[in-house]
């Protein structure tokens, strides 16, 4: 079983007065946490939560939501695949990560943001060159499944490509038969 620590630092919401209310909910697999509400465009919450996953083939999905009197909106949201997360019993770095909302036109970036750093804990008891060597595995075998992953990828299209192309020419063959 691998901790996953998502440390939840501060947000941005752009276009919205100071008399917004939000909070950012995190989902992993069936799990959901969520922050206590903040109060502003440039909200803090600086908490941190942890979620117990075997299955590192899945995303992390960060939602922002401004709290309202009947119903909360979502202001947007963003997915981490868990592949991309390292593994360290320190505190990783902060980044800023983009929300995008999904409307008519598609996916579009939302403007709001939100500051969040996460890591893997490993296990306990590791000297700091066996972490070390273990977080250089965990990256080789990451880049593999990487790699893997758009090798997929472009089979799907391929195939997707070839049924189209099969597809075409058996209604060429039929129009020819008319």
């Known amino acids: ?42 909200p803090v919450w600086r908490e941190e939560f942890l979620f117990e996953t075997t299955e590192l083939n899945r995303d992390l999905h960060l939602e922002l939501w401004s709290r309202g009197l009947i119903r909360d ?63 250089e595995k965990l990256d080789w075998l990451n880049a593999i499944m990487q790699d893997e992953l758009h090798i997929i990828q472009k089979q799907v299209v391929r195939h997707a490509e070839l049924k189209s192309l099969i597809s075409d020419r058996g209604r060429g063959m039929i129009m020819h038969v008319q």
């Open 73 to 135: 909106t979502l202001l947007g949201s963003a997915r981490i695949p868990l592949i991309h997360i390292h593994h360290s019993n320190e505190e990783g770095s902060n980044i800023w990560i983009p929300l995008y909302r999904v409307g008519y036109s598609g996916v579009t970036e939302a403007g709001h943001k939100l500051c969040i750093a996460t890591r893997f804990a490993l296990p306990n008891g590791l000297t700091e060159s066996e972490a070390a060597n273990l977080q």
């Open 1 to 42: 079983m691998t901790v996953l620590v998502v440390y939840v630092h501060k947000g941005k919401v752009e276009g919205r007065t100071g008399n917004i209310n939000s909070y950012v909910k995190i989902l992993l697999h069936n799990a959901v946490s969520k922050t206590a509400v903040a109060r502003g465009a440039s």
